[in-house]
């Protein structure tokens, strides 16, 4: 196995069999990350509260691997509707600026109902 493993305990690591991250040599791959609460054990219905709780756990997996938001190169934004996007550009916007990655977002059915916002990141060390 190349590369370092990251996980977090979310049990969807565990029941599909992925990493929150990987490292391989200075780049962080950071896995498709939602805004679930682990704590309540459900997704917010607030679009904003989910993006919120996603990149915290987006920025708990870079410090891990010795990275950082600042450190982003790309963002992909999986995003159920074009209203709800608009509703997170400030988050986004916050949490990105520092970094000025490449952005791409998309307008999508997400694999739960309750998910309305998924991040992928790619970050270097």
Do not use: H, W
Not at 12 to 23: C, I, L, N, T
Not at 26 to 33: E, K, L, M, N, P
């Amino acid at each position: 196995m190349k590369g370092k493993r990251i996980t977090t305990g979310s049990p969807f690591e565990a029941m599909a069999g992925y990493s929150r991250a990987v490292v391989d040599e200075d780049i962080v791959y950071i896995s498709g990350t939602t805004g679930y609460d682990a704590r309540n054990k459900c997704y917010p219905s607030n679009v904003k509260e989910q993006a919120i709780i996603a990149f915290s756990i987006i920025e708990a997996a870079l410090k891990k691997a010795g990275s950082s938001l600042e450190n982003m190169l790309r963002i992909r934004v999986y995003v159920a509707s074009r209203s709800e996007f608009e509703e997170i550009k400030p988050i986004i916007k916050a949490n990105c600026e520092a970094a000025m990655p490449a952005n791409t977002t998309i307008i999508c059915d997400l694999a739960e109902e309750e998910m309305r916002v998924e991040f992928e990141v790619t970050a270097k060390i």
